[in-house]
């Protein structure tokens, strides 16, 4: 009786630990979708007049309405900027920005990033290494950037170093790290993505991608380092 009663037990705790692999990952995707959607609706709804706020005749609140029209605003101030009337808007709006202290430090720092993060053509945080971190022997995954360029670039030329920027995230949390920059051949490169490499640092290094061998070639990162 002993023995039935732990196997049925056995089985019900392997029932609920396959169910929650199951339910845990679609549960977390939809909060998190559902935390952005109504985060951005909370930004955008506020400053829509109610005429057109699909809220004010409706007796529940429509999920994704600010979110849909942050999507059409954007596109349309890409296409307005896109001709030369709206490249003329723009520039005159980043002029009043400019001469404003704290703001343009702020808001050029923030358009330098986007800038480089969407890129069509860069190739910044689509390829993962190993660095020796945080002492010789111990190896830690890094997002590879980009060469380093600019004023540290030309001091390590001057001492003959080849750098490369690295991001180096923690686990589990890879929103947060460290800049280093680290010298090209102490780099290992993998074949893995960059997404798969982001799997395994949340999950701790339980989840290990397959390994699909590349053909072998030299550590390349953008273009070619600029003074």
């Given at each position: 009786?002993?023995?039935?009663?732990?196997?049925?037990?056995?089985?019900?705790?392997?029932?609920?630990?396959?169910?929650?692999?199951?339910?845990?990952p679609i549960a977390i995707t939809a909060w998190l979708v559902r935390s952005f959607i109504e985060w951005a609706d909370g930004w955008v709804k506020p400053y829509l007049p109610n005429f057109y706020n699909p809220d004010t005749y409706s007796p529940v609140a429509i999920p994704g309405f600010g979110l849909l029209v942050a999507i059409v605003v954007i596109t349309l101030v890409g296409f307005l900027t896109a001709n030369l009337v709206g490249r003329s808007i723009v520039n005159f709006g980043e002029s009043l920005v400019n001469r404003t202290p704290l703001v343009r430090?702020?808001?050029?720092?923030?358009?330098?990033?986007?800038?480089?993060?969407?890129?069509?053509?860069?190739?910044?945080?689509?390829?993962?290494?190993?660095?020796?971190?945080?002492?010789?022997?111990?190896?830690?995954?890094?997002?590879i950037a980009t060469d380093v360029k600019g004023e540290i670039a030309a001091k390590f030329d001057d001492r003959g170093m080849d750098m490369v920027t690295v991001f180096l995230p923690p686990?589990?949390?890879?929103?947060?790290?460290?800049?280093?920059?680290?010298?090209?051949?102490?780099?290992?490169?993998?074949?893995?993505?960059?997404?798969?490499?982001?799997?395994?640092?949340?999950?701790?290094?339980?989840?290990?991608?397959?390994?699909?061998?590349?053909?072998?070639?030299?550590?390349?990162?953008?273009?070619?380092?600029?003074?």
């Amino acid at each position: 009786m002993t023995t039935k009663k732990s196997f049925i037990a056995t089985r019900l705790r392997n029932y609920f630990l396959t169910g929650l692999i199951i339910c845990a990952p679609i549960a977390i995707t939809a909060w998190l979708v559902r935390s952005f959607i109504e985060w951005a609706d909370g930004w955008v709804k506020p400053y829509l007049p109610n005429f057109y706020n699909p809220d004010t005749y409706s007796p529940v609140a429509i999920p994704g309405f600010g979110l849909l029209v942050a999507i059409v605003v954007i596109t349309l101030v890409g296409f307005l900027t896109a001709n030369l009337v709206g490249r003329s808007i723009v520039n005159f709006g980043e002029s009043l920005v400019n001469r404003t202290p704290l703001v343009r430090t702020i808001y050029k720092s923030t358009k330098q990033i986007f800038q480089t993060v969407l890129q069509e053509q860069s190739s910044s945080f689509k390829k993962a290494g190993l660095i020796e971190y945080p002492s010789p022997g111990l190896w830690a995954l890094v997002f590879i950037a980009t060469d380093v360029k600019g004023e540290i670039a030309a001091k390590f030329d001057d001492r003959g170093m080849d750098m490369v920027t690295v991001f180096l995230p923690p686990t589990p949390i890879p929103t947060a790290g460290f800049l280093l920059f680290v010298p090209r051949d102490k780099i290992i490169p993998l074949d893995m993505s960059a997404e798969d490499a982001a799997k395994l640092l949340i999950s701790g290094g339980l989840v290990t991608p397959d390994h699909k061998p590349l053909a072998n070639a030299p550590l390349k990162i953008g273009q070619q380092k600029t003074a």
